[in-house]
Structure formats: structure tokens, C-alpha cells
């Protein structure tokens, strides 16, 4: 952190080691038939990360996209962020050469890593803009009744990994067999615990991004300072602990066979078969509260008076925060319980519990999920000349089962409305076939293009969603089992230049085309359907749209395009300690467009996410 940020004023250095060993041994009379392999690292990264805010609103504080009308600038908040990550670990690989024709394997992996932050935040709540002094063209605002917010969060995570393999390579009569068996397990758990605080306290102030475009501090026209707010005013206050648990088990193995044939040209044929079992669980417990109101509205005890960084890494000044031991250390423990209202003790002098969120946001979060994948391929490759062929079909198949919170909106009793549980299903086939050619010009001019189909899985938690019926609203939230995964069709040509000794520059172009994209709808639906999603009705009617449903659907489509350029190269000519340094250089151009369809089947352009027009390095 260095010694601004550390608690004790000391600059650290974090730690990084590493240490492998390989060597190749004999073993039971055979020279030099085992080779091994060992490495363990250890890492410790220390970072502190700022976070500001700050929104746009209408002249009553609502969304701007509601009434069209000109945006005025608000303060939201500020944020200091201490991070430490720790990443630890190691590997073992045997591999025993049994016979000439047969080689054996064995590999295990141990992998941990921590994620923890410690984070205050400051801001300010409230937004009634103040129209005969504000003005948007200048982005000038004043902001008159905002109150302050102290907000501290912690969480600590630690996600464990193990990896074990068996592996081997066979050689029988011109074909050669590889094979392995697999097992994966990552188990993840994390804790959390928020605690926050608004104050009565009043204030006016004005944000002018004229004098700091990046950065602009609050003015404070009126009232007390924010920044010195201590809560001896307190209006309101939000306390949440969260405990979350995340368990994967994959099993795996596959089977390739291989054989050369002798052509009019050199054939190699390759096939093969994959096996791929993941099961998911993921448990949540989480305790919703406020401070009891015996605990008084002056809450200036209660307070962290060890954080001394202010926001934007001492941007702005430093805020009083809660203190998360003083207000939830003792006064809150898990204990376990099937009904989450039950699963926590707390001082009910301290602690107020909100005993539906508490139950909602722990049953909803619980879910269990299975994936099978089958596979099978076929390929083939052919060398004419200068002309390098390859091409081949992988056919699978994926089943998909789920179990998952389902919301019972008639009970009374909040843990029966939670305590449904759902089951989801689906599977779905798809084969694909490719083909990549590459032309060799000269020893150091190549031409390669390829035309080549993916998918892309619909998430797991997706698919097996919470679901929602609400009979007042006539609103049904649901899981879609007959999700299928996004598909695309590729298309890729380049041309490469090879330097010597070491070095290349190639240029590209690709397309994709996606279709059976992923998106969120809302449509009217009729009574009668509403009933076969198991909303309690008594002679639907089939002809009456009056409920709305929301679910996710494959509607959309997408294409993108796009040149690359690279360029990398070791400069051996250099002298000295500099002979052997590289130079790398790359960039992208992309053009995205997509389309979807609303409830009426009309498509509509939508942008597409996660999608960078223009970059390099």
C-alpha cells in the first residue's frame, strides 16, 4: 500500500517467490523412464483503489431517460479501497515411459487464492435540484436537502482448487491412442458484512466541473460540513452480513485415436470422444437488519476511528464511517438454521432484523445445477504441394438439470412464500464442422483461411433462475429451460511474414455471425398461460392478455467484423546486455451490429457489450 494508506505508516514490499524442480530419473531397472516435474509459488499483492460517482439527474432527482428533459450533475459518492490478494500454490507431473510404445502420467494441482477489501464509502443521499441557480450548459448544479452516507464494507474470500489427471500415450500397430481422466473441484467461500449510515443533518451544496473536469469537489453552500458529520443525527441505517459458498465438481476424460495413411499425398486422420460432468451448488445466508431504535439516534460511538483515508486516495476529505465490529462483531453470529430467521443470534437492543429480505435473498440464492457433455469428432488432415488442408466435425450433446428458488407469492408466512423449490431441464445437439487451409507463398510467406462454427453455452445460473409469481401485479418472472446457446459461424483469412531469427508481422480479417442471441423480454400473455406457469387461477381465460411474463429467450442476432495487425520481433543486432529484446506491436479495428426482437416480432437494433472498436498495445 505504502506508508500513506498501511495502518502502521510503513512502506511494504510484497512477497513473491517461486521454486520449480524437474528432473528425469530411473526407475524399476529402466534409465531414464521417469520424468518429473515440481513447482509451488507464493504471491501477495497489496493495492488500494478509488471509486467516485457521480450522477445525472432531472430537476426532481428522477432518471433523465423518464422525461427527456436536461441532466444536472449530483455528487453520489466517494471510495477508498484496500485490497489484498494472496495466491498460493503448487503442481506435481510424473510421466513414466512404461514400454517404447507406451508412456504413463500423473499430475495433481493445488491452487488458493485470496481476495479481501476493506472499503469506506462516502456520499451523499438526496437530490432536489435547486433550477434558479443550476445550469446544465456550464454543468453547474445546486443541490439543496442532500444528507451524508458513511458506508463500510468488508469481505474476505478464499477460493481452493484441486485438479488431479491420468494420462497416457499407446502406440499399436500405426495408431496412436492418447488418453486421460480428470477431476476438478473448486470450492469458493466468502464473507461479507456491510454496515451503513444517513444522516438528519441537512446541507446545500453546488458541483462546478468547470475548475476540475475530472475530479470536482462539492461546495458547501449551507448547513454542516458533510465531510464532519459524526451521526449524532442519524435517520436511517442498513446492516447486512453474507455468507456465500460455491462448490463445482468436474469429471472429464476422452479418448483420441490417430493414424497416418499413406496417399497419393500424406493423410492423417484423428477422432475421438470427450466426457464432461459438472455439478454446481451454490448456498447463500444472508442477515438483512437496521440498528434498533434503542440504540438512539446518536450513533458517533459506533464509528471507525482508525480509517484515515480519505476518498479518491485522499481527493476529497476523509468522512466518518461505521465501524462494522462495533455495530455487527459481536452483536450478530450464524448459527444454522433451514429457516434463515432462525439461522442468526443478534442483540435485539442493537439489532433490528428485516426478517423478508433475510429470508428472500437467502432461499433465492440457493441453487443446484448438473451438466453433462458428450462429444465425438472426426478430422482429418492433407498436405498437396504448398497447400496444407484440414478439416473435420465435432458432434455434441449437452444436459442440463437444475433445481432453484421459486417465490410463493399466496402464503402468508414469509419462509413458505421462499421455500419452493424448482425444477429445470433441457438439452439440446449441435455438430461443427470446419475447415483451415494454409498456403505456403515461400519458407517464410504464409496464407492461412478458415471458416469455423462455435457456441456459446447459455450460463449456468441463467438457465435455473428464481422464479417469481405475482398474483396483485399479474407479473410472472421465470427461468427459460429451453434456453439454447448463443451460435456462430466464422470466417477468418491473414497473411504472415516470418523474420529471421525470430519475428512476424500479419495482417487479418474475420466475421462473425451470431445468431440465437441471449436477451431479457417482457411480453403480455394470457390468463390460460399464466395458469400452465402455475399461477393459482380458476377458469382462465385464454383470450384475456392481461398478465405480463419475463424470461430470457434466444431473439437476437449479431454480426461483427474487424481487421488485426500485428507486428513482434527479436532484435538480435542489438549490443551488448540489449541483444536479444523484443518489440511487440498489435491492433484491432471492429464493427458490431445486432438486432433483436420485441414482444410483437418487430426487430430492433441493440448495441452489443464487451465489444471495443478500436485497440492496441
Excluded: C
Excluded at 211 to 238: E, K
Excluded at 368 to 382: D, I, K, N, P, T
Excluded at 449 to 456: D, F, L, N, P
Amino acid at each position: 500500500y505504502g506508508k500513506k494508506i498501511t495502518p502502521d505508516g510503513k512502506d511494504y514490499l510484497p512477497a513473491s517467490i517461486g521454486v520449480t524442480y524437474s528432473d528425469v530419473v530411473g526407475l524399476f531397472g529402466r534409465p531414464r523412464a521417469l520424468g518429473i516435474f515440481f513447482a509451488a509459488n507464493y504471491d501477495k499483492f497489496l493495492d488500494a483503489r478509488s471509486l467516485t460517482s457521480f450522477g445525472h439527474v432531472n430537476a426532481t432527482g428522477g432518471s433523465p431517460s423518464a422525461t427527456q428533459t436536461k441532466d444536472y450533475s449530483t455528487f453520489e459518492f466517494t471510495s477508498d479501497e484496500l485490497h489484498r490478494q494472496e495466491r498460493m500454490g503448487g503442481s506435481v507431473r510424473l510421466e513414466y515411459r512404461l514400454a517404447d510404445h507406451t508412456t504413463l502420467g500423473f499430475s495433481a494441482l493445488f491452487s488458493r487464492y485470496v481476495d479481501d477489501f476493506d472499503r469506506a464509502r462516502n456520499g451523499f443521499n438526496g437530490a432536489a435540484i435547486d433550477l434558479a441557480l443550476s445550469d446544465p450548459d456550464p454543468n453547474f448544479t445546486v443541490v439543496n436537502n442532500a444528507a451524508y452516507m458513511g458506508q463500510k464494507n468488508l469481505r474476505e474470500s478464499q477460493t481452493d482448487s484441486f485438479n488431479l489427471r491420468a494420462f497416457g500415450t499407446s502406440k499399436l500397430a500405426g495408431y496412436k491412442f492418447t488418453y486421460d481422466v480428470n477431476r476438478q473441484q473448486a470450492q469458493k467461500f466468502e464473507y461479507r458484512n456491510q454496515a451503513q449510515f444517513i444522516s438528519n443533518r441537512r446541507f446545500s451544496y453546488a458541483v462546478d466541473w468547470r475548475p476540475d473536469s475530472s475530479y470536482p469537489r462539492p461546495i458547501i453552500r449551507s448547513g454542516l460540513d458533510p465531510f464532519t458529520d459524526r451521526f449524532t443525527d442519524t435517520a436511517s441505517t442498513g446492516l447486512e452480513v453474507r455468507r456465500q459458498a460455491v462448490d463445482k465438481d468436474i469429471w472429464g476424460g476422452r479418448l483420441d485415436v490417430e493414424k497416418a495413411v499413406e496417399w497419393q499425398w500424406p493423410i492423417k486422420l484423428k477422432s475421438g470422444l470427450r466426457y464432461r460432468d459438472e455439478a454446481q451448488r451454490d448456498d447463500q445466508d444472508r442477515f438483512v437488519a437496521a440498528v434498533a431504535t434503542a440504540a438512539g439516534r446518536n450513533l458517533s460511538g459506533y464509528l471507525d476511528d482508525n480509517w484515515k483515508n480519505g476518498g479518491g486516495v485522499d481527493r476529497y476529505p476523509v468522512g466518518a464511517v461505521p465501524s462494522n465490529q462495533k455495530v455487527l462483531g459481536s452483536n450478530v453470529k450464524f448459527v444454522g438454521a433451514a429457516d434463515p430467521r432462525n439461522a442468526w443470534n443478534f442483540d435485539p437492543a442493537m439489532v433490528a432484523v428485516n426478517a423478508s429480505s433475510t429470508v428472500q435473498n437467502s432461499l433465492l440464492n440457493d441453487r443446484r445445477l448438473f451438466e453433462q457433455v458428450y462429444a465425438g469428432y472426426l478430422q482429418g488432415s492433407m498436405k498437396v504441394g504448398r497447400l496444407t488442408a484440414q478439416g473435420g466435425a465435432r458432434y455434441e450433446r449437452t444436459d442440463l438439470t437444475g433445481t432453484y428458488g421459486v417465490r410463493n407469492r399466496a402464503a402468508t408466512d414469509v419462509f413458505a412464500q421462499f421455500n419452493g423449490r424448482g425444477r429445470a431441464s433441457s438439452r439440446y445437439d449441435d455438430v461443427f464442422p470446419s475447415l483451415h487451409l494454409r498456403y505456403g507463398v515461400s519458407d517464410v510467406f504464409l496464407v492461412r483461411a478458415a471458416i469455423s462454427t462455435t457456441i456459446g453455452r447459455p450460463p449456468l445460473d441463467t438457465v435455473t433462475a428464481s422464479e417469481d409469481i405475482n398474483v396483485p401485479s399479474r407479473a410472472i418472472a421465470v427461468a427459460n429451460s429451453d434456453l439454447q446457446p448463443q451460435r456462430s459461424t466464422n470466417y477468418d483469412a491473414s497473411v504472415e511474414y516470418y523474420f529471421k531469427p525470430v519475428g512476424v508481422v500479419s495482417v487479418g480479417a474475420f466475421e462473425k455471425n451470431i445468431r440465437d442471441y441471449i436477451g431479457t423480454v417482457s411480453r403480455q400473455i394470457s390468463e390460460a398461460a399464466a395458469a400452465d406457469l402455475g399461477a393459482p387461477l380458476t377458469n382462465p381465460n385464454p383470450n384475456a392478455l392481461t398478465w405480463t411474463l419475463t424470461t430470457d429467450e434466444n431473439n437476437g442476432k449479431a454480426r461483427v467484423r474487424g481487421l488485426e495487425f500485428n507486428y513482434s520481433q527479436q532484435l538480435d543486432y542489438l549490443p551488448g546486455v540489449f541483444r536479444g529484446m523484443g518489440v511487440f506491436l498489435n491492433y484491432t479495428w471492429l464493427q458490431s451490429a445486432g438486432t433483436r426482437q420485441t414482444a410483437a416480432g418487430v426487430p430492433v437494433l441493440v448495441p452489443l457489450i464487451n465489444f471495443i472498436p478500436r485497440s492496441g498495445n
